[in-house]
């Protein structure tokens, strides 16, 4: 079975400052990953995904994470915060032998302070 | 442009009563999913389908059901609502594509509260 950990369920960080949201997965099969943002009273939107074809990935809104198979780790980061980051993120993992489903960490609210 | 529709949006229901949230999509995507959303847990699988005809059951299934008789629609049903069931409710869909991965996109949420 896969499991998905986000280190954190809040993390606050101020304007400008870097942004490091952790996730760490656990799954029997090489996986898909995927981090996806909720602004409030959102639905989620997908930041990005990491497909196999290269280790560090780059997404939306100036995010983008690094798949590390040996710390079997795909933290989040984006060199500096802007206020319209605060939102929930989720990382999420996807089972090449399960179909489509997605498995989500609890989230990790980001705060970010002026 | 496509999208993806929940409604209702809120919705304050009595314990023991029916409730049936849509969902409806215009991409034309074969998968469909139900999340419920719960702090501290993330999202959670409720129901998915692959197709018309095709629902399978999620982790969180229990007290709930899917029909899906159209590609564009996955109504999901409480059959007997309970306290326990108040939550967000996240419906999503995928195109099923060889090689993977499929991207979810998800619709604004249903907020169901039962007293």
């Known amino acids: 079975a896969q499991s998905v950990t986000q280190l954190g369920s809040h993390v606050s960080v101020s304007e400008g400052a870097l942004v490091l949201l952790r996730c760490n997965y656990s799954s029997s099969v090489p996986p898909y990953l995927f981090w996806y943002v909720q602004y409030p009273n959102q639905g989620l939107q997908l930041l990005l995904k990491?497909?196999?074809?290269?280790?560090l990935v780059k997404g939306i809104n100036g995010f983008e994470a690094e798949f590390k198979k040996s710390e079997t780790s795909f933290h989040l980061t984006k060199p500096s915060a802007h206020m319209s980051d605060a939102a929930e993120y989720f990382c999420a993992v996807s089972d090449r032998n399960a179909g489509n489903m997605l498995t989500f960490g609890g989230g990790t609210r980001l705060m970010v302070k002026p | 442009d496509a999208e993806i529709t929940q409604s209702p949006r809120h919705k304050i229901t009595e314990t023991g009563r029916q409730v049936t949230l849509a969902c409806h999509q215009t991409w034309n995507h074969n998968n469909m999913f139900w999340y419920r959303q719960d702090l501290g847990h993330g999202l959670r699988l409720i129901h998915y389908s692959y197709g018309v005809q095709d629902t399978n059951k999620g982790e969180v299934s229990d007290g709930y059901s899917v029909s899906r008789s159209n590609t564009e629609d996955l109504p999901l049903t409480l059959e007997s609502a309970a306290s326990s069931q108040t939550s967000v409710y996240f419906c999503?869909?995928?195109?099923?594509?060889?090689?993977?991965?499929?991207?979810?996109?998800f619709g604004p949420g249903t907020r169901l509260t039962v007293l």
């Open positions: 999503a869909s995928s195109e099923s594509t060889s090689g993977g991965p499929d991207t979810q996109y």
């Open positions: 990491y497909t196999s074809a290269a280790t």
